[in-house]
């Protein structure tokens, strides 16, 4: 039974650019959730989906957006990337938008230069 | 003021000792505590869930204080492989908000 996984692990961009992280959830769980921690910090919690549809949303400006796929894969984008976007983002699963152990993929280590 | 707060440490402890963390919590509307482990720079791990009236797993204890709005983790006869950082997490109509982590070192 696969767990969480993500992609790519590890990933370099320069200011300015975009990117797209990929989130597979774990067996059974359709709801998604991404949260981005930066070094020192716990994780902070950037939106939740469900049923294809962005449920909830924390304090992130537009420029972070994401999407939910039929399979209930997602993807996280960054557009316009900060040097202070750096951090690693984990992707996270549950069964069900409220309660259920959420289960945390390894994350995507993304440095921003 | 942050809704969770931790101190950050670094608690370092030999092995065999007991150590404690504390938590403090803004939101009183928070229904759910937990606490996890973060292995250095791996993903975060569910560790315990944190009840009123206080629950223990083996050589860990969490207790919930609402009154004070603070979260507790005792861990007993520490071992090596204990080391980690210990986050605090608190849910109410939101999502899981995090705690910084208290990092623990358990020394030979």
């Known amino acids: 039974d696969a767990g969480v996984t993500q992609s790519p692990t590890h990933l370099i961009k320069t200011r300015g650019q975009q990117v797209t992280l990929r989130c597979s959830p774990k067996?059974?769980?359709?709801?998604v959730s991404w949260y981005q921690q930066a070094l020192g910090q716990g994780p902070q919690f950037i939106f939740q989906?469900?049923?294809?549809?962005?449920?909830q949303r924390g304090n992130f400006p537009d420029r972070f957006s994401g999407h939910q796929f039929p399979n209930y894969s997602s993807e996280l984008n960054v557009n316009a990337l900060l040097l202070g976007d750096s951090a690693l983002y984990l992707c996270?699963?549950?069964?069900?938008?409220?309660?259920?152990?959420?289960?945390f993929g390894e994350g995507s280590r993304l440095t921003v230069l | 003021r942050k809704e969770v707060e931790q101190d950050p440490g670094p608690f370092n402890v030999p092995e065999g000792a007991t150590v404690a963390f504390n938590c403090t919590y803004s939101?009183?509307?928070?229904?759910?505590f937990f606490w996890y482990r973060q292995d250095c720079r791996k993903e975060p791990k569910l560790l315990m869930s944190?009840?009123?009236s206080g629950n223990e797993d083996g050589r860990f204890t969490a207790q919930l204080n609402r009154a004070s709005q603070y979260i507790s983790l005792l861990i007993r006869d520490s071992k090596l492989s204990d080391s980690a950082t210990y986050l605090c997490?608190?849910?109410?109509?939101?999502?899981?908000?995090f705690g910084k982590g208290t990092r623990l070192s358990v020394i030979a």
């Open positions: 996270a699963s549950r069964t069900g938008p409220v309660a259920g152990e959420l289960f």
């Open positions: 067996s059974g769980h359709d709801t």
């Open positions: 989906y469900y049923e294809e549809e962005e449920r």
């Open positions: 939101n009183s509307a928070s229904q759910s």
């Open positions: 944190v009840y009123s």
């Open positions: 997490v608190g849910r109410g109509n939101t999502p899981l908000v």
